[in-house]
């Protein structure tokens, strides 16, 4: 198994640009979950699906993210527009419900 | 909702020592506990978990303790090696209800 695959692995952009972060959960997983982490916040719960389906999005920070799961092998983390206090490292995980959660290597964003 | 309190933010011992990391939660419903860790660039992986109705699991040097009543659990790593360095997560959750609750992390640093 690939594991779960992000895309890009390193994202430089400027102020005010639109972002789009990618994510493959592993075959068979039907959870999927969206973390940032930062030195000053730690690892913080972004949103996440349950078959498909969005069960908690209170840790989306502001109207400027969003997140979509249109099927069951792909979601993307949307930002637009960006902000330099959004640079931080975008994990996305999957699991079957309940249980260990699989992460994927991250997506480093930079917004200069 | 779930309130995990992980401590200490770092710990450094020498090798061959002994490292305990503990963890208290909040929700008494909660009851899987797992353990990540993060290396440097990489996401958190999964070493080792335990379910509420044991209170102790093994897997080599590494074990995991389960207090339900006191709602606390912790890490023991022995004969510690350098390799061993990383950020330590610990999380907890109701099994089948999606999302975990992560612990701040620790940092561990191991001197050779």
């Known amino acids: 198994d690939a594991g779960v695959i992000q895309s890009p692995r390193h994202e430089v952009t400027e102020m005010g640009q639109e972002v789009t972060l990618r994510c493959k959960p592993i075959?068979?997983?039907?959870?999927l979950f969206w973390y940032r982490q930062t030195m000053m916040r730690g690892l913080e719960l972004l949103i996440y699906?349950?078959?498909?389906?969005?069960?908690?999005d209170s840790g989306m920070p502001e109207d400027r993210f969003s997140a979509k799961m249109p099927n069951a092998s792909f979601s993307t983390l949307k930002i637009q527009p960006s902000e330099p206090r959004d640079s931080a490292v975008y994990f996305c995980?999957?699991?079957?419900?309940?249980?260990?959660?699989?992460f994927g290597p991250g997506t480093r964003l930079t917004v200069t | 909702g779930e309130n995990v309190e992980q401590h200490p933010s770092t710990l450094s011992v020498q090798e061959g020592d002994s490292a305990v990391i503990k963890c208290t939660y909040s929700?008494?419903?909660?009851?899987?506990f797992p353990w990540y860790k993060q290396e440097l660039g990489k996401g958190p992986q999964l070493i080792i978990d335990?379910?509420?109705?044991?209170g102790e699991k093994k897997d080599q040097r590494i074990a995991v303790t389960l207090n339900k009543t006191a709602k606390h659990f912790s890490l023991h790593i022995t004969e510690t090696q350098p390799e061993d360095s990383a950020v330590y997560f610990c999380?907890?959750?109701?099994?089948?209800?999606?999302?975990?609750?992560f612990g701040d992390g620790t940092t561990l640093t191991v001197k050779p």
């Open positions: 995980a999957s699991s079957t419900s309940g249980s260990k959660e699989y």
């Open positions: 075959s068979g997983h039907n959870s």
């Open positions: 699906f349950n078959n498909n389906v969005p069960i908690d």
């Open positions: 929700d008494s419903a909660s009851n899987y």
């Open positions: 335990i379910r509420s109705n044991v």
């Open positions: 999380a907890a959750s109701e099994a089948n209800a999606g999302k975990s609750t």
